[in-house]
């Protein structure tokens, strides 16, 4: 037993915490386990797409570079979102790890049921020829040049499992689904920009993959050019049921879309959602901040700086709401 202290200056000095059952260490312990296992719950089980606090540090000649500073991410099964950002803040990189060809620094990540960070490389080659399709901003990245587009199709399926008479007529199906049965036997060199993403998607989507990644389809495009490539992946999610992900620089294609998620440094900061009224004729935009697993959301630049907020905020809860005050006298409380 602790004896009293003699005097009130001793009294200050607050006793060392004894750590057990009951004491308030403990109590603080067992809180600090509690939230460690809350964190460790399985999130987001039933998304198609599934990134969890995803890291990804770049080392090239002694520099680090954090592309990927902690980003979440949750895509539902048949989803069409969109993603933008400033150059550099980390969208391509998230593709390239979404479509295992790269690997997270740390944190997690699943598609389509699969865990990213746990593949075996035979089981990571099986993953990129059939759970995922990707398209790129440069179409010789997409299509071999030297194969008519129908070849380019069938290619894919060669690597997999489905009969011959089974390939001819999914090919053909694909290309002509895309509006591109005309270029069947053309190489790339003979389409033009558009016709040769839309034999991208095609060939994408070839192994009838999950989940479709594209890492600025339309970038090379001009707008009305850009418009065909986003209705062939507006068909290949309706028609075909799959999930897709992509990035875009372009407001009218971003726009279009349900959902758009904005990253920020590394990290999803907010996101859009737009719905339609009953009988389709008005849309609703509406912005929303996003709350991490921490309890984490970050506040718009614009906000911040038109209620001259810097550091702390005052927060108050409210009924339905969360009241985010500045930190100034006129705003303290009393
Ligand atoms: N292989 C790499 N080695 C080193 N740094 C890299 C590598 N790949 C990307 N980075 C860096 O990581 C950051 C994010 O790059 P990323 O390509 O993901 O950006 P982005 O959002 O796709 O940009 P953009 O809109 O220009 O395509 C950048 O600072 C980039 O320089
Ligand atoms: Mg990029």
């Known amino acids: 037993m602790a004896s009293q202290p003699p005097d009130g200056a001793e009294a200050a000095v607050p006793p060392r915490p004894a750590v057990g ?30 990134c969890d606090r995803l890291v990804r540090i770049f080392a090239t000649d002694g520099v680090e570079v954090q592309a990927l500073q902690g980003l979440d991410l949750l895509v539902a099964r048949g989803e069409l979102t969109a993603i933008v950002g400033a150059s550099g803040s980390g969208k391509s990189t998230l593709m390239n790890i979404l479509a295992g060809l790269d690997e997270p620094t740390a944190g997690s990540v699943r598609v389509a049921g699969h865990d990213l960070t746990a593949l075996t490389t035979r089981e990571r080659t099986q993953y990129r020829r059939k759970a995922v399709g990707f398209v790129w901003q440069q179409s010789e990245r997409n ?19 489905v009969r011959r008479t089974a390939r001819g007529r999914r090919a053909g199906e694909l290309l002509d ?8 036997d053309r190489t790339p060199a003979m389409m033009s920009g558009g016709e040769q993403q839309r034999v991208a998607i095609a060939t994408a989507m070839a192994n009838e993959p999950a989940v479709l990644l594209a890492d600025e389809p339309t970038g090379e495009l001009d707008t009305e050019t850009a418009g065909t490539i986003f209705d062939a992946m507006r068909t ?6 799959v999930t897709i992900l992509v990035v875009t620089h372009d407001p009218m294609l971003s726009g279009s879309v349900r959902r758009t998620v904005a990253i920020r440094d590394g990290r999803t900061s907010s996101e859009i959602v737009r719905s339609h009224d009953a009988d389709d004729t008005r849309s609703r935009a509406v912005e929303y901040a996003l709350v991490d697993r921490a309890g984490r959301v970050q506040l718009p630049r614009d906000m911040l700086d038109e209620l001259h907020i810097r550091e702390r905020v005052r927060l108050e809860a409210e009924p339905d709401h969360i009241g985010v005050w500045p930190d100034t006298a006129e705003h303290r409380p009393g």
């Open 143 to 161: 299509l071999l040049p030297y194969l008519t587009a129908w070849q380019n199709v069938l290619l894919p399926m060669q690597f997999s499992a």
């Open 236 to 241: 290949a999610n309706t028609e075909l049921g």
């Open 177 to 184: 689904l895309f509006g591109v049965a005309h270029c069947a």
């Open 21 to 50: 059952p009951g004491s308030t260490a403990a109590a603080g312990i067992a809180e600090l386990g509690r939230e460690a296992a809350a964190a460790r719950v399985p999130h987001g089980t039933d998304a198609m797409i599934m």
